[in-house]
Structure formats: C-alpha cells, structure tokens
C-alpha cells in the first residue's frame, strides 16, 4: 500500500501571500490530522478531520484552515503568511479516528 | 489535558550498547502511548504503540517499549545499538477523549562507533 502523500514537499512564499498544502491519506484511511513542526515550538497539532468534517482544532489563528474532501483526501491552507510559519507541515492518517496515525514526508514551508 | 515529558534532549551512544530513551506521560484517562522516529528531512515513522493491551510492547527494528502506570511511563529501549539507529525519536500521548497526538520534545541519538 501506498503511503502518505504530501504535495508539494518544499514551498516558498512571500510574507503576506497564501498556501495551500494537499495530503492524500493511506487508501481506505479516513481521518487526516495536520501538524506543524518547527524548532522553537516541535510539533503542534494544527485540526483534524473525519467524514469531511472537522473534529478537533489545535491552538491556531483563524489564519489556518483546512477541509476534507469525500475521498478523504485533505487540504491545509494559510492566509496572509506570516515569517512564523515557516515550518515543516506534516499530515498524518489514520484508518479511523482511534486508530494510530502515520505520517507523510510532510511539507518543507519557507515564509520570506 | 494530556501531555508528554522526554527527559534528555540528547542521547549519545556506542554501536552496540543499549539505548533507553525516557518519557513520562500525564493524562487524566487511560492513555494510548506512541513512540516514533524521525530521520532527517523525513516524516515521522511509528515504532511502536501501547492501546491498553499487553505491558510490554515490541515493535520495529528491535525496540520495545514498557507502560508503567504506576511511574506515568513509557521508556523506550534496544538492546544494542546501530549507526542507522541516529535520528530523533519522539513519544506521544493521546487518549479515547482526545485522538490528538500530543507530542513530546524529542530525544536526539547519536550513536558512536
């Protein structure tokens, strides 16, 4: 099977611009969790989603979104980009919402 | 809330030697328990994963793993060390109340030849 896959893996933008990052989850996964790692703060929890739907939201701005799509495939997408969020972004799936999460390579975001 | 402690952010061992990395957990129901690694520019790979079943856990690469509720732990160990066992591990906590993975700050290993 397929793992995790993130596209595209290395992005840069310019502070103020807006990203979208796209993950497809493990085939027959369902719940798609996104996360954010970075030096200073390690890995956070951004949301997670579920039949479409968000389920749970990390300590994040409005800034950060995202959505599912019926073939559990998700998108993350942050507005007015700000130098803070360079980071690499990391999808996670799992088979359903109790089950263990496993990662994508993730997203390498550099913010200028 | 559900959190994680890992205790040394570095861990540097000979080729051959065992390799303990701890973690300490604290979560107000019972826990699922998580250990993975992370190779440089990579993703996280899941090592290993304690759901309340057995004590003590195996998993990839000879690691395993014993939940100790009575010390709120969750050490990591491998009997004997290899180069390509360099990267940075991580524990994680999440629970039936919260699916999230609440990470902790991470191990770094080294491993000397």
């Known amino acids: 099977k397929a793992g995790v896959t993130q596209t595209p893996r290395y992005l840069i933008k310019t502070r103020g611009q807006q990203v979208t990052l796209s993950c497809s989850p493990i085939s027959g996964h369902r719940s798609v969790s996104w996360y954010q790692q970075t030096p200073g703060q390690g890995l956070q929890f951004l949301f997670e989603y579920f039949s479409e739907t968000q389920r749970n939201k990390g300590n994040f701005p409005g800034r950060f979104s995202g959505r599912q799509f019926s073939n559990s495939r998700s998108e993350m997408n942050v507005s007015t980009l700000e130098l803070g969020d360079s980071a690499l972004y990391l999808c996670a799936s799992s088979l359903d919402r109790a089950n263990e999460q496993y990662f994508g390579p993730g997203t390498r975001l550099t913010v200028t | 809330a559900q959190s994680v402690t890992q205790l040394g952010s570095h861990v540097s061992v000979s080729e051959g030697a065992l390799v303990l990395l701890r973690c300490n957990y604290s979560s107000s129901v019972p826990p699922y328990l998580f250990w993975y690694v992370q190779y440089p520019n990579q993703g996280l790979q899941l090592l290993l994963k304690?759901?309340?079943?057995?004590?003590l856990v195996k998993g990839i690469n000879g690691f395993e793993a014993e939940f100790k509720k009575s010390e709120t732990s969750f050490h990591l160990t491998k009997p004997s060390a290899h180069m390509s066992d360099a990267a940075e591990y991580f524990c994680?906590?999440?629970?039936?109340?919260?699916?999230?993975?609440?990470f902790g700050a991470g191990t770094t290993v080294t491993v000397r030849a």
């Open positions: 304690y759901t309340s079943a057995a004590t």
């Open positions: 994680a906590v999440s629970s039936i109340n919260d699916y999230k993975l609440s």
